[in-house]
């Protein structure tokens, strides 16, 4: 065909009107299957490259990879999050990849919302960062065994999802014996926001080793909340409001444990003399608390890189099936224990 192919080109071609080839074309969502694909195909074998979505679709391969990252009202992005988004950054651009990020409003993601992107041609796969649920409705099913949606720092391989995350029982594990070690018998543990898939595997975890050294009979749980400050120093006064108090606490993540960490110092304990204090995460500012925080350091840049390489291995069909990748943490021991 001579000149620039037009939607009515595809128009005249498919029978359809040209509202209806636009919207195979830009939101494809809004058509039957059978309409988009009949458009698709005219649209390759007539060369239409109106605009990227439509170019993307017909050479079914844009270099770019869309990381959602869950927002909450009146939260700062979680400083994990945007370690793991370095990590896929940084193998992204070494593989010649370019990253879009998509605001999600929830850690519920619906398959439709996910795959949209790969539908219309706008991205060649997508990372979930922290989604605790997929609800899949009319999920995009491509020829793959498996989507190009990767799930990190949570597992949905039962959801038939390949994901990436840190192992968390190991490192509460590894918590509960340091502070064992030191010869704490009395704990607490500061939790985080109860219905979180990351305070039920840390909190099961913490327990579940306990009972085995003999010591979770005097476990005390403190309420916190939301993985901030905020929630440490309530629980911190929960905490100096106990009549026995326990000499090791144990925090479900490094923001609880610096919240704690500096009530009780205001309250006048010292750490660790009076109380040993541990968290989670391995964030940078923990070696500049004073004293500085023991924590378990999840590889969370690590993790973004591995991801990227495992999406790479959807696209060469090296993954077909659901993989599950855990990485070790590192157990940081410093002054608060």
Same mark, same amino acid.
């Given at each position: ?10 128009? /005249?071609?498919?029978? +359809?009107? #040209?509202?209806? !080839?636009?919207?195979? *074309?830009?939101?494809?969502?809004? @058509? %039957? ?109 491509? /020829?793959?065994?498996? +989507?190009? #949606?990767?799930? !990190?720092?949570?597992? *949905?391989?039962?959801?038939?999802? @390949? %994901? ?174």
């Amino acid at each position: 065909m001579n000149g620039r192919v037009k939607l009515s080109d595809i128009s /005249k071609k498919t029978g +359809l009107n #040209v509202s209806t !080839v636009s919207r195979a *074309l830009s939101n494809p969502e809004r @058509v %039957s299957e059978e309409t988009r694909l009949l458009v698709q195909e005219v649209a390759a074998q007539l060369g239409y490259v109106g605009n990227a979505a439509a170019r993307n679709l017909i050479l079914g391969k844009t270099d770019t990879i869309m990381v959602l990252i869950p927002t909450f009202p009146g939260q700062p992005i979680s400083p994990v999050f945007t370690e793991v988004l370095r990590g896929i950054c940084e193998e992204a651009e070494s593989h010649g990849l370019s990253v879009m990020l998509q605001q999600n409003l929830s850690q519920a993601v619906s398959s439709d919302d996910a795959t949209k992107f790969l539908r219309t041609g706008t991205v060649d796969g997508v990372l979930l960062l922290a989604a605790e649920k997929w609800t899949s409705h009319h999920a995009f099913r491509p /020829k793959e065994h498996v +989507l190009p #949606v990767i799930s !990190v720092l949570n597992d *949905l391989t039962s959801y038939g999802l @390949v %994901s990436v995350v840190a192992e968390e029982k190991q490192a509460f594990s590894e918590i509960v014996d340091h502070l064992a070690a030191r010869g704490h018998r009395h704990f607490a543990f500061v939790s985080g926001p109860r219905e979180t898939i990351h305070e039920q595997i840390r909190f099961q975890a913490t327990t579940s080793h306990l009972k085995r050294l003999g010591l979770l009979a005097d476990l005390v749980r403190l309420e916190g909340g939301p993985f901030d400050l905020q929630s440490g120093k309530r629980a911190a006064q929960a905490f100096l409001k106990l009549r026995t108090r326990p000499t090791a606490v144990i925090c479900c993540s490094d923001s609880l444990a610096f919240g704690f960490l500096h009530e009780v110092q205001n309250a006048g304990l010292k750490v660790p003399a009076d109380v040993a204090i541990a968290g989670y995460d391995g964030l940078d500012y923990t070696a500049f608390t004073t004293p500085a925080l023991t924590t378990s350091s999840q590889p969370s840049s690590e993790m973004g890189c591995v991801a990227v390489r495992m999406l790479g291995d959807i696209w060469n069909k090296k993954i077909l099936n659901p993989t599950l990748a855990a990485l070790a943490p590192s157990l940081l021991v410093r002054q608060s224990t």
